[in-house]
């Protein structure tokens, strides 16, 4: 947090204290909706109330839409009715559905109730489409255009109308039907003659996305073609409503943090870390450990069956620590590569002989200095004991091949699947290279060391 930030908060909450209404609502005007939000946060039902009546009611929405839902639903129960209808019929489309869809149902027939009834009707089609779907960021304020009005009736309907719009720098051209014939922009409406048609200036090579398309699709199509906007067309090629920027930046921090934390092995939650509750992080964190715990077993079993090897010759047992580690980081390490390729469509599971060849070329060069250094030091460091040092190298290249094939390959195998690569990250990996680490290690070290 900044200084300048830290300085309003401390501002913030002395004009509140003191209850100086005009100094509060002066004091808030010129500050940017996100920070006025960010103020709100931490205060109590009735400070908030107390608050939100001093904003306009422009600002106050946009103030609305960036609070957390908790303050959200504190807000909605200390307004009254009226209070509850201007502030949906304020809010955007887009806004007001992620609001909904997190509210319990008693609070959303309540603010159905306030709100008129050809909005309620657009509100409620919204709220029928998938969570996590096109249908379900997408808005319905855009600007509607057709192909033989003239670049000055177009202009006036982006005068009339734009305020009620979340964008105005594009305009959709349709067909009575509403079926997407293409687009036109902002800028080329301003630069071109009052007299020309839209039809003649508009791009008909429109990029667009159907209301059942997963929201990650929507964000690749935002990163691949650099938009600002998208429009949403149902299977019949009609328009049916917009997905903007600021709700795929949304899309892409909560698909980032849902692969961190499976990659991290642990059940995804919607909550931040701060708002989730202690049971609830054990509850999302004990499963993958538990089973990775049971997992662990195996290496027991490994050891439990070379016991006379590592009886015969109690050194070798002193270099599993190294080699399993460094097995499990090196397959997690290509892993983690592959998950971040496949999150961005880098990689595709038609890749699988590229990657596999890709890594195995990687684990050569790497096991190559990694097994060269670890000759010579245990080597060095064990009496010119260089069948032990040959022994504890071969092992440790043979691991880290092995360990970057199957880090490289099973999330594309996962892919395959139907399942998320994501949950093939370091911590699985790391179980499966530990088990085959000590089967080639010891298998090694009895076929040299004739133990």
């Known amino acids: 947090m900044s200084v300048e930030l830290e300085k309003k908060i401390t501002d913030f909450r002395e004009l509140l204290e003191k209850r100086d209404m005009h100094a509060l609502r002066e004091f808030l005007l010129p500050i940017n909706e996100v920070d006025i939000a960010l103020l709100i946060e931490n205060t109590s039902r ?22 957390p839902i908790e303050n959200q639903q504190n807000l909605i129960e200390a307004f ?20 909904l869809e997190e509210m319990p149902a008693n609070f959303v027939q309540r603010i159905l109730r306030q709100v008129g009834s050809g909005r309620r009707e657009v509100i409620n089609h919204f709220l029928r489409y998938e969570e996590d779907s096109a249908g379900s960021l997408m808005t319905a304020e855009m600007i509607h255009l057709r192909s033989e009005m003239t670049v000055g009736e177009a202009i006036q309907r982006v005068r009339d109308y734009g305020e009620y719009c979340e964008v105005i720098n594009t305009g959709y051209v349709t067909l009575p039907d509403r079926v997407l014939e293409g687009y036109i922009s902002l800028r080329t409406l301003l630069t071109s003659s009052d007299d020309e048609l839209v039809g003649d200036l508009m791009e008909t090579d429109v990029i667009s996305a159907r209301t059942g398309d997963d929201q990650e699709e929507v964000a690749h199509l935002f990163s691949r073609y650099d938009l600002l906007s998208l429009p949403v067309v149902d299977n019949e090629n009609r328009l049916v409503g917009i997905i903007t920027i600021d709700d795929v930046v949304d899309v892409i921090q909560e698909e980032a943090t849902e692969d961190i934390e499976k990659m991290a092995a642990i059940v995804p939650s919607e909550e931040s870390y701060l708002r989730t509750g202690a049971f609830t992080q054990a509850r999302h ?45 090196a397959g997690s390490q290509s892993s983690t590569l592959v998950v971040r390729g496949l999150s961005l469509n880098e990689i595709s599971t038609r890749d699988f002989w590229k990657v596999f060849w890709k890594e195995f070329q990687v684990s050569l060069l790497v096991s190559a200095v990694l097994g060269t250094v670890n000759f010579l030091q245990i080597g060095l460091r064990n009496d010119h004991n260089w069948m032990l040092a040959l022994t504890v190298s071969l092992a440790l290249t043979a691991i880290v091949i092995l360990s970057k094939l199957v880090g490289g390959t099973l999330p594309l195998v996962a892919k395959k699947l139907r399942l998320d690569p994501a949950i093939m990250a370091a911590p699985l990996i790391t179980t499966i290279v530990d088990a085959i680490g000590l089967i080639v290690y010891f298998a ?8």
Do not use: C
Not at 46 to 67: G, M
Not at 80 to 99: F, K, P, Q
Not at 305 to 313: G, N, Q, R, S
Not at 444 to 451: E, N, P, S, W
């Open 46 to 67: 009735e400070e908030s109330a107390l608050v939100f009546r001093l904003l306009p009611k422009e600002i106050a929405a946009d103030v609305f839409a960036n609070l």
């Open 80 to 99: 009254s009715e009226r209070e509850v209808g201007e502030m949906i019929n304020a809010l955007y489309v887009d806004d007001a559905v992620d609001l």
């Open 285 to 329: 964190r004990v499963g993958w450990l538990l089973f990775l715990m049971l997992s662990g077993i195996l290496n027991g079993i490994i050891l439990q069956h070379y016991e006379a090897a590592f009886l015969a010759m109690p050194i070798l047992v002193s270099f599993v620590p190294m080699l399993t580690d460094t097995g499990g980081n």
């Open 444 to 451: 090694v070290a009895t076929m040299l060391l004739q133990i």
